[in-house]
């Protein structure tokens, strides 16, 4: 069992950086993929970053280059790090987890957090 919390939505000015962080509680961190998910007002949620226990990253192609996945099984914590921020990112975003492999596929992810806001001005 696991469970999600993220921080660190914010409202930030256009070009500017934010840093979210996505806490889990319960057993087996590392063996989990986790996955960032985004859905801003009137659009589908979408996988925006993606990563195994291992150096295996997945970005949609809207944010490569400006957003970082990593973790720290040692404090059992997710990130994203978001850089050169559009008007565009604006959206919830959602930490996710599901065993072993990462999905683009919400379905397929078992736990997920209650989501933080980021909203990016122009």
């Known amino acids: 069992q696991v469970q999600l919390v993220e921080s660190g939505g914010a409202l930030v000015q256009a070009g500017g950086s934010l840093r979210l962080s996505c806490a889990a509680s319960?057993?087996?961190?590392?063996?989990?993929?986790m996955g960032w998910f985004r859905q801003a007002p009137g659009k589908e949620r979408e996988l925006v970053a993606a990563?195994?226990?291992?150096?295996?990253?997945y970005y949609t192609d809207s944010v490569k280059g400006r957003f970082t996945i990593s973790r720290d099984n040692t404090k059992n914590t997710v990130y994203l790090q978001m850089n050169s921020l559009k008007p565009e990112d604006t959206a919830v975003y959602y930490c996710?987890?599901?065993?072993?492999?990462?999905?683009?596929?919400?379905?397929?992810?078992?736990?997920w957090g209650q989501g933080t806001q980021v909203t990016v001005s122009s």
């Open positions: 990563i195994t226990w291992g150096p295996n990253t």
């Open positions: 996710a987890a599901r065993w072993a492999y990462w999905t683009r596929y919400s379905n397929d992810y078992s736990y």
């Open positions: 319960g057993r087996s961190f590392s063996n989990y993929a």
